[in-house]
């Protein structure tokens, strides 16, 4: 298959922990240069020196909180100014608790909203013009089954998983004569294979989730997913490169579920 990555700017948001990593590796293995958009800078510059080591043509972390639209603005002029161009970008940030609608603070509702949604928006916007004056990009966003059927105890992150694919469709259709293309992957529950790989902001991290990390609550998870197995990071990357490669140039606007059959849609 004819990827054609090789030499190609990609910045990843997020690309210090779990799914974030495991994308930004699989680019690295494709000899692109990578850029690693991460609040988080201690863990992006461990995930770039193993991007390096597994191919990257180049590998850069720029800290950036990709909520705040100055952070963002500056993070993609640098990588203009670096690079001449962003050629792909993979809106990967993303945060939630699980909990009741009615049992959530505010406070948890405005990060979900902010990280789900408003860093989507940003980092989105923030690109569209250089691609735009290129006639050429893609966008890939991370979503969730959540924003496609609705999740118990994701209410308001579900809502933003839903906005970040209404507004990769709606985009799709402002933008695709400019050549540029915006999908969606929708992971299902995805752990990370160690501590290693995360961290200290991933939602992995927290207390909260590490319930999930058991093997008895992984099994009793499995049995949800037709495929009796949970995610692995790689199951998401792969979706990713593919959709960010010319090899899925005639696909736009699509949302695709890599959640082992959770949801057929
Ligand atoms: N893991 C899953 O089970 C799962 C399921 C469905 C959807 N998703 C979606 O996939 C994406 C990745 O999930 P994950 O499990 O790898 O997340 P994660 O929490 O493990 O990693 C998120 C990364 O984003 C960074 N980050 C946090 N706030 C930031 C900010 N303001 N600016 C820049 N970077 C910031 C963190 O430091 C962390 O490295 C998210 O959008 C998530 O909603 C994940």
Known sequence: MELNLAGKSVIVTGGGSNIGRAISLAFAREKVHLTIAEIDEGQAKKVVAEAEGQGAASATSVATDVSKWESVVAMVKGVEGRRGQVDVLVNNVGWTHDRLFVEKERAEWEKEIQLNLWGMINCTRAVLDG????KSGAIVSLGSDAGRMGEFREGVYAACKAGVIALSKSVAREVGRYGIRLNVVCPGMTIPDSDEDIGGLSMWASEGNRA???PEMQARIAKAYPLRR?????????AAVFLASDAASFITGQTLSVSGGYTMM
């Open 230 to 238: 949970i995610g692995k990071p790689e199951d998401v990357a792969q």
């Open 131 to 134: 691609m735009i004056a290129r």
């Open 212 to 214: 999930f990390s058991t």
